[in-house]
């Protein structure tokens, strides 16, 4: 899934005249028609993959992935990843997973041990051919960063505040990245299948 979508946006956007093979939506800049056509890809590139494999043996995947033109940023989400921007002091979380837990508890009040167990995505790379990713559209400025992860609630939960606060006394994006992932790393340490990206303007 993610070489697919890697694949495709490299090869589309290298090239000005290459044309979407697939849909155009009208509401989204070039940047997010780019990145929501790599989604639809590797969601045919998975789906056919799984076509000769029992139901029981079929592979979904969440996924996360983004586009930078200029300062524009295009994202895409599918299933259970989040993402976040850090602007100042403010955080905002840009997008919403697409799980269980999420529509039984929006506001995050489930104690970490249940969730865990409830968190299971509601869409998935590979299980139907009419995916819509989600897709979120912002201009970045100078210090904003980015949080990409699989694992939203342990951001919510555990990083996002003491992280937010702490990027006002560090300086640089080496300290600030360090920081951020020791941080995940003692959020949960039991999520081996957990990943967490930042990106900095």
């Not at 290459?18 to 990145?35: D, E, G, H, I, Q």
């Not at 599918?78 to 850090?86: E, F, N, Q, R, S």
């Not at 139907?128 to 939960?157: C, H, M, N």
């Amino acid at each position: 899934a993610c070489e697919s979508v890697r694949a495709f946006l490299e090869k589309e956007a290298g090239d000005e005249d290459a044309t979407l093979p697939f849909v155009l939506r009208k509401y989204y800049s070039l940047a997010a028609n780019v990145l929501f056509n790599a989604v639809v890809h590797a969601n045919r590139r998975v789906l056919s993959g799984n076509r000769s494999k029992n139901v029981h043996d079929k592979g979904g995947a969440s996924l996360i992935g983004g586009f930078l033109d200029s300062s524009h940023v295009a994202l895409a989400n599918v299933g259970g990843c989040g993402a976040y921007l850090i602007r100042g002091e403010n955080c905002a979380r840009l997008t919403t997973p697409r799980t269980y837990l999420q529509s039984l508890d929006p506001c995050g009040r489930i104690e970490a041990e249940l969730a865990g167990r409830l968190n299971h995505p509601l869409m998935a790379l590979g299980m139907t051919d009419d995916l819509e990713p989600e897709i979120y559209e912002f201009q970045a400025r100078s210090g904003d960063v980015l949080a990409l992860t699989t694992a939203p609630r342990v951001w919510e939960a555990s990083i996002q505040s003491a992280l937010v606060t702490s990027f006002q006394s560090l300086a640089g994006a080496g300290a600030r990245a360090d920081y951020a992932l020791n941080l995940f790393k003692n959020s949960a340490p039991n999520s081996g299948n957990a990943s967490f990206s930042l990106v900095f303007f």
